[in-house]
């Protein structure tokens, strides 16, 4: 199918910054939507930001204006650059993307999830 690998994630000081990105591989046929969520402990996991298969993107109203998504089509990669961190944003993140491949008996849809990154933020 379509795996998901995600780098970039790390410790910080509130008010820093990190990059997260993420790349899928396999026999991609196309992408349509793809996106970062996190879960923190405790908690459910939630969308932090995405672009959407109708071509919205989507920010989590506790991240606009600090984060911003990007995505490179051609490279089937999708980046989150992360500033004015705080302590909040503390959680495993994780890429997602949804489309189809190609499998063995013609074009399938796919929603995969990439293993996780902690962004950890201390105060």
């Known amino acids: 199918q379509v795996q998901l690998v995600e780098s970039g994630g790390g410790l910080v000081q509130a008010g820093g910054s990190l990059r997260l990105s993420c790349a899928a591989s396999g026999r991609i046929f196309s992408i349509n939507a793809m996106g970062w969520y996190r879960q923190a402990p405790g908690k459910q996991r939630e969308l932090v930001a995405a672009?959407?298969?109708?071509?919205?993107?989507n920010y989590a109203d506790s991240v606009k204006g600090r984060f911003t998504i990007s995505r490179d089509n051609a490279k089937n990669t999708v980046d989150l650059q992360m500033t004015s961190l705080k302590p909040a944003d503390t959680a495993v993140y994780y890429c997602?993307?949804?489309?189809?491949?190609?499998?063995?008996?013609?074009?399938?849809?796919?929603?995969?999830w990439g293993q996780g990154t902690q962004v950890t933020v201390s105060s």
């Open positions: 672009f959407s298969s109708g071509g919205n993107t």
């Open positions: 997602n993307a949804e489309g189809y491949y190609s499998g063995s008996y013609g074009v399938s849809d796919f929603r995969s």
